[in-house]
Structure formats: structure tokens, C-alpha cells
């Protein structure tokens, strides 16, 4: 008997918009994290938050900071706090690398999306963003305001 993945077990679970916006992404790569039992049942229902996540390193160790997973619902005595750093997975070169970028390049670590993979683990991907200025912002505002006017400028000849 062969196991049946249902939609809500596989795939997203929550995206970062304001990653996009805030930061000019410049590299992404995928991270293991530590959870407690409650935390991934709590991560099925997508019961989370990633809005203000972001990942800091200490004493060669990587933490994934302000990620909110709402505690489960089911889970009693023995559910998690809501916000705790959280420890990432990754390879020892690939923090040095890391490591070397942000304090150099003054870069940050932001969390982009959080998602099961096809083993059912819960992977996070983090991306090397350089903080976007004020004006910054306002050019993809105005990029994304013009892209859609011409889009509907396109529906209405097509009438």
C-alpha cells in the first residue's frame, strides 16, 4: 500500500511578500529547520507567520528569529512558545560563506518561504537581500503601477 500525499501535506506553507519589496534579493538557498512535534502539526494547518522572519548568525550556528508559528490547538501542556529562535540547518562552508557576505557586504539574511519538500521536512529558503532605499521602493511601485495600466489598457482593445 502506497501512501496517497493529500495537497494540504505537500508544498507551501507560507510565503514572505514584504521580502520582495524591502530587499533587492540578490541569492537564495534552502535551509533545514528544528521543530518540536506541535510546532510542524501547527505547520500543517499553516498556522504561521512569516512577515517579519530573519535569520541571524551566532557562534556559527544559524537562527531563524520573529518566525510565528501559532501554537496547536490540540496540543496541551506540551505546546511550543510562539516566537523562538529557531535553529537552521546548513552546512558549515555555507555559514562561513554566509557569515563573511553580511558582515562584509553589509547584506541581510531574510526568509523568503517556508515549505515541505517531497520527504515531508519543513524547509525554509532564505535569500542574501541588500536593503532597498526609499526611492528604491517607490520605483517599484511606480514599475508596478504602469505594468498595470497596460494591462488594462490591453483588455479594453481587445473588446
Do not use: W
Request: glycine share 6%; hydrophobic share 35%; charged share 40%.
Amino acid at each position: 500500500m502506497g501512501s496517497k500525499k493529500t495537497k494540504e501535506q505537500t508544498g507551501e506553507i507560507a510565503v514572505n511578500k514584504k521580502a520582495k519589496f524591502n530587499f533587492e534579493l540578490l541569492e537564495f538557498l534552502e535551509a533545514g529547520i528544528v521543530l518540536k512535534g506541535s510546532e510542524v502539526k501547527s505547520l500543517r494547518e499553516k498556522k504561521c507567520n512569516l512577515t517579519d522572519a530573519f535569520a541571524r548568525i551566532k557562534r556559527g550556528e544559524v537562527f531563524l528569529e520573529n518566525f510565528n508559528i501559532v501554537p496547536y490547538h490540540h496540543g496541551g501542556y506540551a505546546n511550543h512558545p510562539e516566537i523562538r529562535p529557531r535553529k537552521l540547518l546548513l552546512h558549515k562552508k555555507e555559514i562561513l560563506r554566509l557569515e563573511r557576505k553580511v558582515k562584509e557586504k553589509g547584506l541581510v539574511l531574510v526568509a523568503v518561504k517556508a515549505y515541505f519538500n517531497d520527504k515531508q521536512f519543513v524547509k525554509i529558503q532564505l535569500a542574501l537581500g541588500k536593503p532597498k532605499k526609499l526611492y528604491d521602493k517607490r520605483d517599484s511601485i511606480q514599475k508596478r503601477e504602469a505594468n498595470i495600466e497596460i494591462e488594462r489598457s490591453m483588455k479594453r482593445r481587445e473588446r
